[in-house]
């Protein structure tokens, strides 16, 4: 058998040694990347969390929004059928001021039937207290 000497100890403890210091400061590096890792995936969560509650935010805008559509179509159909009646008023105006020259001249007529009616009562009062007059 080979004898070993203390140089070939000494080495081989050297080489342990240096092999136990790269294993070393690859775990290191290794620790170093999963907390980066770890880092990175809380960071990845907290995005998710907030991303979330953006959603949730505007899922609750969207239903304020849609009972506020809800509101206005129902004020829409209010005004509708204000509008509809507001077009039967003016379509009964419309009508009442067709029928405004008829009654002018009607009144024009009955204005005439007055005149008439007044210088016949006069010629009438006239004639009688004429009458009387010559009379006695």
């Given amino acids: 058998m080979t004898a070993f000497t ?3 100890l000494k080495r081989l403890e050297n ?3 240096n092999g ?3 294993i070393e400061t690859r775990l290191t590096s290794l620790e170093n990347g999963q907390k980066a890792i770890e880092t990175r995936l809380t960071s990845l969560e907290n995005g ?3 991303i979330e509650n953006s959603i949730g935010e505007i899922k609750r805008e969207i239903q304020v929004l849609e009972i506020g559509q809800t509101e206005i179509k129902g004020e829409i159909r209010t005004l509708d059928a204000k509008i509809t009646g507001l077009n039967e008023r003016v379509q009964l105006i419309e009508a009442s001021v ?3 020259p008829d009654l002018a001249e009607k009144i024009g007529e009955v ?3 007055k005149q008439i009616g007044i210088s016949i009562v006069t010629a009438f009062v006239g004639g009688v207290i004429g009458w ?3 009379g006695k």
Wanted: glycine share 4%.
């Fill in 111 to 113: 204005k005439n039937w």
């Fill in 20 to 22: 136990q210091k790269a």
């Fill in 98 to 100: 067709g029928k405004i």
């Fill in 132 to 134: 009387l007059i010559r």
């Fill in 6 to 8: 203390e140089n070939d």
């Fill in 48 to 50: 998710q969390k907030a």
């Fill in 15 to 17: 080489l342990i040694i």
